[in-house]
C-alpha cells in the first residue's frame, strides 16, 4: 500500500535511530576532547588539595598519607615534586629527581609563553596547558605553594585525544549503521504484526459494506486493536440483528395493528363493564324513587328504606367512580407517588383497628404477627390502600373458622406482608385474572357485599408504581395475598 502505516512507522523509527547516531558521533568529535583535559585538571586539583590538607593536619610525614599520595598519582599519571624554600626535594614520585625538576623548569620557565594556556589562576596555585618541545606532547601543569610555603610542582600528560576520537566515531558509524539495518529488520516485522490484524479488520469492514456479516476478527490477545476487532464483530452482529429486524418490520407492524384492534375491544370491554356495573344501581335508584314518587308505601318506615336504598346505591356508584379514577391516574402515571420512610407495623396496626367493626359484625377473628418498629420506603397513604383491599376481601370472603392472619415478615432487603383469610380456594386458572379491571371470582357474592371488581386492580398498579411485586397463592385452609416494600437505607 502507498501510504502503509508500516512504511511510515519504519521510516519514522530509522529516522530516530540515524539521528540518534550522528547526535552521538557529532558529541564525541566537538566535546570529548574538552572533556578529557577538564578530567585531568580535576585530578590534578584533587591530588593538590589531598597535599595541602595534610600539611594542615601536619600528616606530611604519616606513611598512611605518602602511600595515598603514591596511589592517587599512579592511578591519575601524575608525576608531583615538593620543593622546599631552600631549593631541597622534600617529595618525588619518580627515580631521577634532577631530571624531573629540569623538565618541570622547562616547561615553566623555557616554554614559549604564548602557547601555553591557563586554564585556572588563583593566588595559591596556577593549571596551565602546555607542550614538551622534544617530545611535542601536551601535558597539564600544575606549580604552587602548599599551606606550609613548600613549592610543589605536578604535571600530566594529555594524551593525543583526537587519535582517540578518530577511532571511536570510526567504531560508532560501524555500530551506527549495523544498528540502523537491525533496527529496520526488528521495527518492520513488529509493525508488521501489528499491521497485519488492521488489515484483517480493513477487509472485515469492506465485506460487512457488502452486507457479509459472516467474516469474524481472530483475537489473539487483549490489546486496543484486538478490542477493536472484538467491537467490530458486535457491530457486526449487531446489525445482523437490525437488518433481520428491520426484514421483519411488516410482520411487526400487523401485529400492532392486532394490538391496536385487541385495545380497541379492551376499551369495548370496559364501557360495556362500567355501564354494567352503572345500570344495576341507576335502576335501583330509579325504582325506588319512582316508588316514593307514587307513594306506593305510605309509612314511614317504608319511605325510610326506599330513601336508604336510593342512599347505598348512589354511595356505590360514588365509590365506583372514585376507584375508577385512581385506577386511572396509577395506569398513566399521573398519580405522584411520594417516597417516604415510615413504620409499616404503625400502618398495618391502623387498618387492622379500621376494620375491627367489620370483623365483629361478621364474627371473624384477626391474628396479626411482627413487631415494630420496622421502617420501609414507599408511598405510607398508598400501603394503606393496599392493605385496607386485601384485608377488605378477606372479611368478604372469609368462611369456615372465619380466621384472618396478617404477617410481616422482614428480609434482607425486603418487608414482606402476608393477608391469610380461611375459605374456599380461588380456581387456578382465575388466580392470573384476579388482578384485571372489573374481574369477579363469585360474581354473586361481590355483587352482595358491594365489589365491583376493581379493587385489587389498584393494588396491582399502587405495586407496580413502587417497582415491588404482589401475588396470591392458595394455601391450607384458604387463600394468602401478599405484597413486598423497600426497606434498605440506600
Known sequence: MKHSITGKITAIMISIVTGTVLLCWFANNSLLENYYVEHKQKKLLDTFEMADKAIREERENEESFQIELEKQCANSNITMMIISSDRTIMHSNVGDDEELLLQFMELIFHVDRHKAKVLENTEQYMVEKTKDS???????????NLQNGNLILMRTAVESIKESVEIANQFLAYVGITAVVVCAVIIYVVTRRITNPILQLTNISRRMTNLDFDA???????????????HMNQLSETLENTISELKSANNELKTDIEKRMEIDEMRKDFISNVSHEFKTPIALIQGYAEGLRECINDDADSREFYCEVIMDEADKMNQLVKNLLTLNQLESGSEQ?????????????????ATAILREQDGITLNL?????????????????????????????ASGEKRIEVSVVPGVEVVRVEVFNTGSHIPEEELEHIWDKFYKVDKARTREYGGNGIGLSIVKAIMDSFHRECGVDNVDQGVRFWFELDNRSQ
Not at 216 to 230: T, V
Request: net charge negative; proline share 1%.
Open 134 to 144: 622534544r617530545f611535542h606532547t601536551d601535558y597539564l601543569v600544575l606549580w604552587g
Open 216 to 230: 469474524k476478527f481472530r483475537s489473539r490477545g487483549q490489546n486496543e486493536i484486538d478490542l477493536l476487532g472484538e
Open 337 to 353: 407517588v411520594v417516597f417516604e420512610r415510615f413504620d409499616l407495623m404503625e400502618v398495618v396496626e391502623g387498618v387492622v383497628h
Open 369 to 397: 404477627y411482627g413487631t415494630g418498629p420496622l421502617y420501609v420506603w414507599a408511598d405510607e397513604f398508598k400501603t394503606e390502600q393496599v392493605l385496607t383491599n386485601y384485608i377488605s376481601n378477606a372479611i368478604h370472603y
